[in-house]
């Protein structure tokens, strides 16, 4: 969702208190092409109803933006750069001591409170998984899919095959699996069919974090 933060910040340096407060908007930016949503680059700008730049031209408001970058390059989870945002500086206000990196500083953190405002999302690379496996071993591979790898099952088959006159009973899966969970997953595929599967792992697409445990790992560092 859309948020608006006024923000102010203030450092002290020497005898002196520079400042500034800025009012910054942030809202998501998605578009859909055949009903699916795309992502787009993050946009950037500076465009104050008022016309205050705080009476420094177009120096205040480069730093301003950069502001706006830096945010959206580390964001507010675990300092994970963010996509499919726009950022709008609407008003800055230098205190009586400012300069230019004071006001890169105050739009950066504005930036950051607006978007933690807006609930930003977690997102993770959640890989497409293709399995082959004699039907026998199928159970086993997709317990171990559901119970312990997040998995969402797209599509499972079994079907008949010959090799020299042998008959052979094999079965397919086609999961997404969070790449999180793939690690080590060849030990453990080996494990499960006795050496009998095969697979293959392409990137699908980002999806959002649901658990809160998953995403308090995150955070911490722990996963």
């Given at each position: 969702m859309?948020s608006?933060?006024?923000?102010e910040y203030?450092q002290r340096?020497g005898?002196r208190?520079?400042?500034?407060?800025v009012?910054v908007l942030?809202?998501?930016?998605?578009t859909?092409?055949?009903?699916?949503?795309k992502d787009?680059?993050?946009?950037?700008s500076?465009?104050?109803?008022?016309?205050?730049?705080g009476?420094?031209?177009?120096e205040f408001?480069?730093?301003?933006?950069k502001?706006?970058r830096d945010?959206l390059?580390?964001?507010?989870?675990?300092?994970?750069?963010?996509t499919?945002?726009?950022?709008?500086?609407?008003?800055?206000?230098?205190h009586t001591a400012c300069?230019?990196a004071?006001?890169?500083?105050s739009?950066?953190m504005g930036?950051?409170?607006?978007m933690l405002?807006?609930?930003?999302?977690l997102l993770?690379?959640?890989?497409?998984?293709?399995?082959e496996?004699p039907e026998s071993?199928?159970g086993?591979?997709?317990s171990?899919?559901n119970?312990h790898r997040?998995?969402s099952?797209r599509?499972?088959?079994?079907?008949?095959?010959?090799?020299?006159?042998?008959v052979f009973?094999?079965?397919?899966i086609?999961a997404n699996?969070p790449?999180v969970e793939?690690?080590g997953?060849s030990?453990?595929?080996r494990?499960?069919?006795a050496?009998e599967?095969s697979?293959?792992?392409?990137?699908?697409?980002?999806q959002?974090?649901?658990?809160r445990?998953?995403i308090?790992?995150?955070?911490?560092g722990s996963?």
């Open positions: 859309a608006i933060r006024e923000y203030e340096m005898d208190t520079l400042g500034a407060t009012r942030v809202e998501p930016v998605v859909k092409e055949s009903g699916e949503e787009v680059e993050n946009e950037t500076f465009n104050s109803a008022d016309g205050d730049d009476g420094n031209g177009g408001e480069e730093c301003a933006l502001g706006a945010a390059y580390s964001g507010p989870i675990a300092g994970y750069p963010v499919n945002t726009r950022v709008e500086i609407q008003h800055i206000e230098p300069n230019p004071i006001v890169r500083a739009v950066a930036t950051t409170a607006a405002d807006a609930e930003p999302v993770e690379p959640v890989m497409r998984l293709e399995l496996m071993k199928m086993a591979v997709m171990d899919l119970a997040r998995a099952i599509h499972f088959d079994a079907s008949k095959e010959s090799e020299d006159g042998v009973k094999m079965a397919s086609d699996v790449l793939l690690l997953y030990t453990k595929l494990s499960l069919t050496g599967a697979y293959s792992i392409s990137f699908d697409s980002y959002p974090v649901t658990d445990s998953m308090r790992k995150v955070v911490e996963y």
